[in-house]
């Protein structure tokens, strides 16, 4: 049994025994529900070793029809692209997760073409953190400007991508000792 998930790895069914609780169902229920509101981007926040990275796994697997945690979102015709933050620009991580240049027009040209081919593009960021130090140490202001412009593309409801990511702390946590111009950002 594994005791520490990576959602780019491919689990046996003996290896990866999810069990679907309450509050994993509540949040299945939540991207549901995204799905036809403006609000797609969405970020679970919770401590180390409560099953965030797990819940991405299964969600994937659920989507794809390759399980059946969550069959509510199964989809055959949807696509999962999978990233795990890290210590970079949040278009370098998206530009290698669609194969793309790290360029916001790029991005969203690659994110457009994936769009017109399936019913529904889920984004899957583990440890977003990782992305969001970054952007908070390295130009603040063009980083988390990047932050805007994905997610204002994510929740345009003409487009069907959704975010899911995963986070340790809230979003202000990532914030102490930096410049309160940057944190208003």
């Not at 780019?8 to 069990?19: A, N, P, R």
């Not at 055959?76 to 210590?87: D, L």
């Not at 970079?88 to 793309?100: H, P, R, V, Y």
């Amino acid at each position: 049994m594994i005791m520490s998930t990576n959602i780019l790895s491919d689990y046996s069914k003996e290896d990866f025994k999810y069990i679907v609780t309450p509050s994993a169902e509540a949040v299945s229920d939540e991207i549901l529900n995204s799905l036809d509101k403006r609000y797609r981007c969405l970020s679970l926040i919770g401590s180390y070793g409560t099953g965030k990275s797990s819940f991405l796994y299964a969600l994937g697997k659920s989507i794809l029809g390759e399980a059946e945690y969550f069959p509510k979102l199964a989809s055959s015709n949807s696509i999962v692209v999978k990233s795990i933050g890290q210590y970079e620009s949040l278009l370098d991580q998206l530009g290698k997760a669609l194969k793309t240049k790290a360029e916001l027009d790029s991005i969203f040209k690659a994110l457009k073409e994936i769009d017109q081919k399936s019913n529904r593009v889920y984004i899957l960021l583990d440890e977003f953190g990782k992305l969001i130090e970054f952007s908070l140490k390295n130009n603040p202001k063009k980083e988390t400007y990047f932050f805007q412009q994905i997610a204002e593309y994510i929740n345009n409801e003409l487009n069907n991508t959704i975010l899911v990511s995963t986070l340790h702390q809230s979003i202000e946590s990532y914030t102490q000792n930096i410049n309160s111009v940057d944190v208003a950002e």
